[in-house]
């Protein structure tokens, strides 16, 4: 009896998406699981975000990405990738999580529950993990870090209007969302474990940055540690001393992780260090036949060596290496990258 699909391809991200391209125009079926929607990562973007690439250095497929603008905003990603998955006719199940992969190359089994509760079995030839490096948030790991009023992801300022609010963090995320918080009408204060902000700053961010904290229109408090979260206000560590600050909201813009208890679960040994999976790196085939990683989940923890211009390629290497061809060269990175 022939299997459900010849690929299984575990997160409709852009790079899931494009290997499934891949598959299907080398004759194979292809399905595509998401635990969320499609391109989740990008729909969980701030609203106002543009991305750094160009459109082209976005498409899939050869897929024309067409605006009226040199680069493209969140929403207009959004309205690209679904166009992609009509467009290729690729089969999608959204809202279905995958927890487990079972089996070996040419009888694999994909185990999912639905929102509903439903588990389902999916059988394929082989299996791509392509889940994105937003697994899970980079946690600070204290006291009332789940209260209702804190959040570890970012969509606009407006909820915050008139209102105190803490940033934490001290990457590109924490910067924006700083900044257009401040834009809003709030009343922001940016808190650090570290002396400044990260080497990695978008250089075009931090001059506003530092213009509105000289002007006196957002606080911040380097060298300092949050230790707990608290209705109303936050409890903070600075050189041992402890202080407390008014909250109404708290952002903890500290970064994600990948998730790779799928791939440790399977058998895949992940570094620990890197969190990269072991991997061929000209297939991108893990110690487990038949069973590939695409996408950021490449790269471990490191969320700067694969972007959406690279890791759509990775569907190409993979179906080459499916077909006993030789694995096409990884192209060059250009100088702009993602959002």
């Not at 060596?305 to 192209?331: C, M, S, T």
Request: aromatic share 8%.
């Amino acid at each position: 009896m022939a299997n459900d699909a010849d690929l299984v391809i575990v997160g409709a991200g852009p790079c899931g998406l494009a290997a499934a391209v891949s598959a299907q125009r080398a004759g194979m079926r292809a399905q595509v699981i998401e635990s969320s929607v499609v391109v989740s990562t990008i729909a969980s973007y701030p609203t106002y975000v543009r991305f750094f690439s160009t459109a082209e250095k976005l498409t899939i497929g050869g897929l024309p990405f067409v605006i009226a603008t040199e680069k493209p905003t969140r929403r207009d990603a959004l309205a690209y990738y679904r166009t992609v998955v009509t467009y290729f006719g690729i089969r999608v199940r959204q809202r279905e999580r995958v927890t487990a992969i079972q089996g070996r190359s040419g009888d694999f089994t994909v185990i999912s529950r639905t929102t509903a509760g439903e588990e389902r079995r999916t059988t394929g030839d082989a299996v791509v993990v392509a889940t994105g490096y937003f697994g899970s948030p980079n946690r600070l790991g204290v006291p009332g870090e789940d209260l209702p009023h804190v959040t570890h992801v970012y969509r606009e300022g407006h909820e915050a209007f008139l209102q105190d609010v803490v940033v934490v963090g001290g990457g590109n995320s924490a910067a924006e969302a700083a900044l257009d918080l401040w834009r809003s009408g709030a009343r922001v204060t940016l808190v650090h474990f570290g002396p400044t902000f990260d080497k990695k700053i978008k250089p075009w961010v931090l001059p506003d940055f530092t213009n509105r904290v000289k002007e006196g229109q957002i606080a911040v408090k380097w060298d300092t540690r949050v230790s707990a979260i608290e209705l109303g206000e936050v409890v903070l560590t600075t050189s041992g001393k402890e202080n407390r600050l008014k909250a109404d909201r708290v952002y903890i813009m500290t970064g994600f992780a990948p998730s790779l208890d799928l791939l440790r679960d399977t058998g895949v040994p992940i570094n620990p260090t890197t969190g990269i999976p072991e991997h061929d790196s000209k297939t991108l085939e893990t110690t487990i036949p038949g069973l590939f990683i695409a996408g950021v989940v490449v790269a471990g923890y490191d969320a700067n060596k694969v972007f959406i211009e690279n890791g759509r390629y990775h569907g190409d290497r993979i179906v080459a290496r499916l077909l006993g061809q030789r694995a096409p060269a990884e192209p060059k990175l250009s100088a702009e990258l993602d959002a």
